[in-house]
Each structure stands twice: as structure tokens, then as C-alpha cells.
């Protein structure tokens, strides 16, 4: 049977209004759905859909999958992996969920909030604030990204070392599955021991086996108190002992501990000069340090500074600054979210999102940075990220004085380096920004043949043709 585009546009029309079907023969600019935010994927569609309820993603669901036509869920469009846009083959369709924005429930007591996927998680972190409640989840993006992409992408962030990430967070799911049905996991339960644990299929998929419509997610109480400080180790070594110091002395009050190389705070200074100078002495590493409880702010800053000064004493630590009011707090944290900004500002690099047990961090790191100099003389890596769950930014830029299209042709070799030695130590090539296209074909690399076998026997059983976000995750 022919395929004719108006028709099926038309139909869609009629499902969900004539508004909400974005075509570029009407004059509609489809670039920010149709592009990745790095710019480094984009491809053609027949239209961008923008459903308002899940019975109309299901409908458009149904015509899809009854006409051969594939379908790319997307959030904010705030991934670093291309999971959210279109390849370059096959009719396809953006669904685009950020209409889907409601509130269904708000539930104090029982310290849950069920959303739609199209709920922005700022205005989320905002909603249970006002409740007296916290949802944790924090990331650069928060402002734009959606609460659909987070699951889709298991979203991790700031806050992974206290309150996991976002697989943590969520007691249950709704999702619209490639055949149109609805799968309703929508359940506030903390314990449901009845079989197969079902919504861990779609959180981390990446859009590939469902639609992601609706969310039930975990609050905790607000803290009322918190304390931050910026302290500086001479060795990764120290960092790991630190934390393990502050951990035992703090125990589930210590909620983030981040990782900062000294090339990573001079790139930051060069390109954000008004920063200020935190410790007298330069380090070679830096740690920045959150602790949070609902308790009295004094006291818990004194309980922070008595395990810093401990630290000291162990020769663990060899500077420390605990902030002492909510503008030196800020500017602590401006520094962190100041890195990736000034990497962007310093031109191309080849960014790798890896994670490996936090005791064999040391051991990596200090076999890596040799063997890429040797690779590459004059290579600059900024390395960041999440230390306390063990997730580092491994980030390389180009040598002085090498151009940013140059440096990213060297893109595979790099990789090749960093990842057979993240694999060798038994971590993962992706931390949390998932899969996507990015990633595609270095997961045959990596996962072992049977774990590739039931991926893809999961893919068959729940999407047989092939039509939910194709070229995402599983290369065929």
C-alpha cells in the first residue's frame, strides 16, 4: 500500500489538533527538535506531535505502528548522546511530551508525587519545596529538562551519592507501549513483591521499547539545615580516603561529594576570571562537599567542621574552606557548574562519561594520564564529576594550538583508550548520560554477546517492528 504523507498528517491532525502537528511545508521551524543541543545529530521527520493526554500518545502510537511509521519520544532535548532526535533513515516522527505537564497527585503523607513525563524538574523541585518536601534529583539542565527524559536516560546528577538516582526514584510508571496498549504501573508502593519488577524495562531505555507518559516518584523531608565546603587533596588516593572518613562521620546527612582536577579550576578561572581564590595553597585535586539534615544549620555545620578538621589531622586534607552563608554556598556550587561552561567556551573536546568503583578510581586515572600523553603529546584532560558514586567526566581537550575539528577527528582513538581501561577495571563507558547514538556501536565493544542477545530478545518481544526511537541504544 502507498504511502501518502498528507494523508497521514491529516489523520494525525485529527487525533491530536491541527496545532500540534509541527510541519516544516507550513513555514514551522523544526530545528530545536530535529537537532541535539551539542548539534552533533540531527535528521529529517514528517512532523513534530505534540499529544496532550495519553490517550492521544496512544492514538498517534496506533497509527504509527498500523502505517510503518517510527516514533522519537522526546523530553527537553537536553541529552548529550542523541537519544532524543531522529536518525537519517526512515519515515519518522518526533513526539514531543511537554505538553503533558500536569500534576495527577500530590500525596504528603505518603511522601510521593505522580507527574506527567512532560513536567519540568525544576518546577518539580519547586512543587515539593512548597509541600515541605524534596525531590533530589539535581542536574545542570533542571531548568529545561523533562521528568520523561530523566527516566528515560536514568538521570543522575548532584545528588546520586545519598539519594540514587533517578531508578531510586520512582515507585512506578505509565507507559504507552509500541502497540498502542497502556502499561498502568502508576502504583505508590513501596513494597509490591508480584512478579517481574516491569517499570525497570523503561527507565535507562532511552525511548526504545515505550512511551514514557506518566511518573510516581519518591519525596523526603525538606532539609532545614545544610553546610558546604571546598577543600583541596594532593592525591585521588587522599579524596577516596576522605570520603570514606566523612561518610562514616556524617552517615546519610552527607548528600554530595564532586571532583575537581586543578587544570579543570584553572580553565574555570581563565574563562569565569571573577571566581575567588578558595584556599590559600594550590592543590592537586579538589573536592566540593554538601551535607544536609532537618536539624539545626549550626549544628550541623559544626558537625561538618569536626570531621574536616579530622581530616586535616590525618594530613588527608591539605586546605579546606566550609562555607559560612548562602552567597558563599552559591559560589561554591557556580564553581562546579562553571566547568562544563568554560570547556564549551575553550573550544572542542571528546567527553566521556564513565563510571568505576570508587576504590579503583586512583589506579585509573593515574594509569590514563601517561598513556594519553604518550598518545597524544600536550593532550589537556579536565577531569570532574561525581566522586562519591564513583562517576568521573574523564574530558580531553585538544593540545594548544590544535583546532577543535582536527581534535575531534581523534575522537575514536581517544575513546578506545579510555574505555578499554574503564572496561578492564570492570566499569561502564556511560555513567549516566546513556546510550543514545553516541554510544551505539561501542556497546557491541563492551557488553558481552549474551548480554547484547537479551537486549535485543527485550526489543523484539515488546517492539517487533522496530519502530520505537530505531538507532537508539541497539544498532539494529
Not at 540531527?42 to 500518545?57: I, S, Y
Amino acid at each position: 500500500m502507498t504511502f501518502e504523507v498528507q494523508a497521514w498528517l491529516a489523520e494525525a491532525r485529527s487525533l491530536i489538533g491541527d496545532a500540534n502537528v509541527l510541519t516544516e511545508d507550513r513555514g514551522e521551524d523544526l530545528s530545536s527538535f530535529v537537532k541535539d543541543w551539542r548539534g552533533k545529530f540531527q535528521g529529517p521527520v514528517l512532523a513534530v506531535l505534540r499529544p496532550a493526554t495519553t490517550a492521544e500518545v496512544q492514538a498517534i502510537v496506533r497509527l504509527a505502528a498500523g502505517t510503518g511509521v517510527a516514533v522519537v519520544p522526546q523530553g527537553g532535548n537536553t541529552g548529550l548522546c542523541g537519544a532524543s532526535v531522529p536518525t537519517n533513515t526512515g519515515r519518522q516522527v518526533v513526539l514531543q511530551l511537554g505538553r503533558m505537564n500536569k500534576l495527577r497527585e500530590l500525596d504528603v503523607r505518603n511522601n510521593t508525587v505522580t507527574v506527567e513525563a512532560g513536567y519540568i524538574l525544576q518546577q518539580l523541585q519547586e512543587l515539593a519545596a512548597s509541600a515541605g518536601r524534596l525531590f533530589p534529583l539535581s542536574l545542570g539542565a533542571e531548568g529545561s529538562c523533562q521528568i520523561g527524559g530523566n527516566l528515560a536516560t536514568n538521570a543522575g546528577g548532584m545528588q546520586v551519592l545519598r539519594y540514587g538516582n533517578m531508578r531510586d526514584l520512582v515507585l512506578g510508571l505509565e507507559v504507552v507501549l509500541p502497540n498502542g496498549e497502556v502499561l498502568d504501573l502508576l502504583r505508590a508502593l513501596r513494597k509490591d513483591n508480584t512478579g517481574y519488577d516491569l517499570k525497570q524495562l523503561f527507565i535507562g531505555s532511552e525511548g526504545t521499547l515505550g512511551v514514557i507518559t506518566a511518573a510516581t516518584l519518591k519525596l523526603f523531608p525538606l532539609p532545614t539545615a545544610e553546610a558546604s565546603a571546598f577543600a583541596g587533596v594532593n592525591s585521588l588516593e587522599d579524596a577516596v580516603s576522605v570520603l570514606e572518613a566523612m561518610r562514616a562521620s556524617m552517615g546519610d546527612r552527607f548528600t554530595a561529594f564532586e571532583l575537581i582536577s586543578h587544570p579543570a579550576l584553572l580553565l574555570v578561572r581563565r574563562y569565569f576570571p571573577e571566581t575567588p581564590r578558595l584556599l590559600e595553597e594550590d592543590c592537586s585535586w579538589y573536592l566540593l562537599m554538601k551535607a544536609a539534615d532537618g536539624g539545626d544549620e549550626a549544628a550541623l555545620n559544626d558537625a561538618m567542621q569536626t570531621a574536616l578538621m579530622a581530616c586535616l589531622e590525618q594530613g588527608i586534607i591539605c586546605d579546606v574552606a566550609l562555607a559560612s552563608s548562602v552567597a558563599q554556598t552559591k559560589v561554591l556550587w557556580d564553581l562546579r557548574e562553571n566547568v562544563t561552561h568554560a570547556q564549551q567556551m575553550d573550544g572542542g573536546n571528546i567527553k566521556h562519561d564513565i563510571a568505576l568503583p570508587i576504590s579503583r578510581i586512583p589506579t585509573f586515572v593515574e594509569g590514563m594520564l601517561p598513556e594519553l600523553e604518550k598518545a597524544f603529546p600536550g593532550v589537556r584532560p579536565i577531569i570532574y564529576g561525581h566522586l562519591g558514586d564513583g562517576n568521573l567526566h574523564f574530558n580531553v581537550s585538544a593540545p594548544n594550538g590544535v583546532d577543535s575539528k582536527a581534535w575531534q577527528a581523534r575522537t575514536e582513538a581517544v575513546n578506545k583508550i579510555i574505555h578499554d581501561a574503564t572496561v578492564a577495571l570492570r566499569g561502564s563507558i556511560s555513567a549516566e548520560h546513556g546510550v543514545g547514538q553516541l554510544k551505539r556501536e561501542e556497546l557491541l565493544q563492551y557488553k558481552t554477546a549474551v548480554e547484547m542477545e537479551v537486549m535485543h530478545r527485550i526489543k523484539k518481544a515488546l517492539d517487533p517492528q522496530g519502530l520505537m526511537n530505531p538507532g537508539k541504544v541497539l544498532s539494529t
